[in-house]
T-cell receptor, first 110, second 116 residues
């Protein structure tokens, strides 16, 4: 079973920030939080990952709570092309297979 | 970023035939590759872990004699669906782990298999 829970779906207006939450209350100290997304009929695309510090790259920001039991993926200016299923995954950082939950289906609306 | 390709992207075959799907890491070596299956509107389910030069490790419920996996080189893993049935119709996705790195897995674009 996936170790994370996410809302099944979210809407976001184009140009606005999309904030996608993820709960991982059973995360252990050496497990990372990874975010991937899957656009319809394509393979998953890596977005970002982190351990306990907040992370930012050209695609998104990852905010991890101090107790590490939850995190939020932020797409600062969502576009229509960001419509996808977003998966939050936790695993130890040495090449484990990913366990995908159902993810959050983000719909960016014009 | 690293690129993983799959071939073919789509395939239609008749029941009882076998289909081979290739997964290649184009610009890096991958000692480990993973094979996933995804049914419509469902999440990805891991089928097996493929390690170069050794036998694949299959997840519970996945028939190793039906889904043959070969990882003969550091850049190629193949999945062969033998004696395909309509219920094998699915989206098959591979991912590759860069050798010597454990930060990111790179996923292929997927192969849509339809068995008629």
């Amino acid at each position: 079973d996936a170790k994370t829970t996410q809302p099944p779906s979210m809407d976001c207006a184009e140009g606005r920030a999309a904030n996608l939450p993820c709960n991982h209350s059973t995360i252990s100290g050496n497990e990372y939080v990874y975010w991937y997304r899957q656009i319809h009929s394509q393979g998953p695309q890596y977005i970002i990952h982190g351990l306990k510090n907040n992370e930012t790259n050209e695609m998104a920001s990852l905010i991890i709570t101090e107790d590490r039991k939850s995190s939020t993926l932020i797409l600062p200016h969502a576009t229509l092309r960001d419509t996808a299923v977003y998966y939050c995954i936790v695993l130890i950082n040495y090449g484990q297979n990913f366990v995908f939950g159902p993810g959050t289906r983000l719909s960016v609306l014009p | 970023g690293a690129v993983v390709s799959q071939h073919p992207s789509r395939v239609i075959c008749k029941s009882g035939t076998s289909v081979k799907i290739e997964c290649r890491s184009l610009d890096f070596q991958a000692t480990t590759m993973f094979w996933y299956r995804q049914f419509p509107k469902k999440s990805l389910m891991l089928m097996a872990t493929s390690n170069e030069g050794s036998k694949a490790t299959y997840e519970q419920g996945v028939e190793k004699d039906k889904f043959l996996i070969n990882h003969a080189s550091l850049t190629l893993s193949t999945l062969t669906v033998t004696s395909a049935h309509p219920e094998d119709s699915s989206f098959y996705i591979c991912s590759a782990l860069i050798s010597g790195s454990s930060d990111e897995q790179y996923f292929g674009p997927g192969t849509r298999l339809t068995v008629t």
